[in-house]
């Protein structure tokens, strides 16, 4: 939040001034708000209509896979919408997945029993790409050191480039993900999560905070996964939820019927260290609290109230107890004393704009995007 601009937030949804770029109308809507009902909700068709323009998708990706073990790739975390697409994707459609998981030392043990309860009770194969954790420690440390928000880059970093360039390597056409509208229609801004494929920003911090080579672990420049793979590999990403109704609670009430799924307190808990970065990092450091994206996402596709995610937001993400554990298992993982890590939480703030990065060329990009129609939601 600027120190010159007062306080304001959404009287449709909770986004605020904590994403210093947000605009409001004459009613007092976000520009989040007007984007979803002049852009997103227009275009996106989670029925009769989008069930038959993905049937022909699937018809397609079982023909590329008539030859194959399998014809299509999923990532999978254990939450709930990587969960989901997996269950319809082999039971709805009828497709031959194989199962993709990148451990990059921060599962729950909640997400490893999830993962395991689908692969047994969907009887699919998995593939799990373990990073080397020496490697994922000394990167994991140099974000802290560097002082952004957005430590949980090396996480996602791994976690895409690992399934890009597995499916590019091993001839995989089509990779199956759960992005959604319906519970993602309201994007973070980029001052409180930057974009993990930016691989120039991820050398360059590591470059200046870390000691140890990165030898193994995976990586993709944002170009050669959106580019080269796209348009030379054939690697086309297929997201089934934006065509069927997708309802968060129902989804994951039927992962629970159907497997003994466990469900998670918020989205993307599956993670120790997400659920530290989300829930602690990121509002007591520098004040973004990105359940409010999440939050006014279901709010706008009908979810959640405006007064039960107010409600909600009111609250701390998680108990002063699980606060400290947390403290202590992430301060053990990464070899420091819980002192080290506290005085990194209370030193000075930094964003993705102090280091090196691909941003002019990302920005060009997300504008082409936009006026092709390709991205519909808000990315700032």
Not at 106 to 117: F, G, T, Y
Not at 241 to 267: R, S, T
Not at 281 to 308: C, M, N, V
Not at 309 to 316: G, T, V, W, Y
Request: charged share 25%; net charge neutral; proline share 4%.
């Amino acid at each position: 939040m600027t120190a010159t601009r007062p306080y304001q937030i959404c009287s449709n949804c909770i986004m605020d001034t904590s994403d210093s770029n947000i605009v409001f109308d004459d009613k007092g809507w976000c520009d989040y708000c007007n984007n979803y009902h002049a852009n997103i909700l227009p275009n996106w068709h989670p029925n009769e209509q989008g069930m038959q323009e993905l049937s022909r998708t699937i018809d397609e990706i079982k023909a590329h896979g008539k030859n194959r073990s399998h014809d299509c790739l999923i990532g999978v975390s254990g939450g709930v919408d990587s969960s989901y697409v997996t269950y319809i994707a082999k039971e709805k459609f009828g497709l031959r997945p194989l199962i993709f998981h990148v451990d990059a030392g921060w599962n729950s043990q909640q997400a490893v029993n999830n993962i395991e309860k689908l692969i047994d009770g969907l009887d699919l194969d998995l593939h799990t790409e373990v990073i080397d954790w020496l490697e994922m420690k000394d990167l994991q440390l140099a974000f802290f050191k560097a002082q952004v928000p957005h430590v949980d880059t090396p996480q996602d970093h791994a976690f895409f480039a690992a399934l890009y360039n597995f499916a590019a390597k091993n001839g995989f056409k089509y990779i199956l993900t759960g992005a959604n509208y319906s519970t993602e229609c309201v994007r973070e801004p980029l001052e409180w999560h930057y974009h993990a494929s930016d691989l120039k920003q991820l050398k360059d911090i590591h470059r200046r905070f870390g000691t140890r080579p990165l030898r193994t672990f995976p990586t993709a420049d944002i170009f050669k996964f959106k580019l080269y793979y796209r348009f030379v590999k054939g690697v086309r990403v297929v997201k089934p939820l934006n065509h069927i109704p997708f309802i968060k609670e129902d989804a994951m009430q039927e992962l629970v019927d159907k497997f003994g799924w466990q469900k998670y307190a918020h989205k993307h808990y599956e993670s120790r260290f997400t659920r530290f970065y989300e829930g602690y990092w990121l509002p007591t450091k520098f004040g973004y609290d990105k359940r409010r994206a999440h939050f006014s996402s279901l709010i706008l596709t009908g979810q959640l109230s405006r007064a039960e995610a107010i409600e909600k937001i009111s609250k701390p993400a998680y108990d002063e107890a699980t606060i400290a554990q947390d403290f202590e298992y992430i301060s053990a993982k990464l070899g420091i004393e819980v002192s080290e890590l506290q005085a990194l939480m209370a030193g000075p703030n930094k964003t993705y704009r102090d280091y090196e990065s691909r941003m002019p060329l990302i920005e060009l990009g997300t504008k082409v995007m936009r006026t092709l129609g390709i991205q519909r939601a808000i990315i700032r």
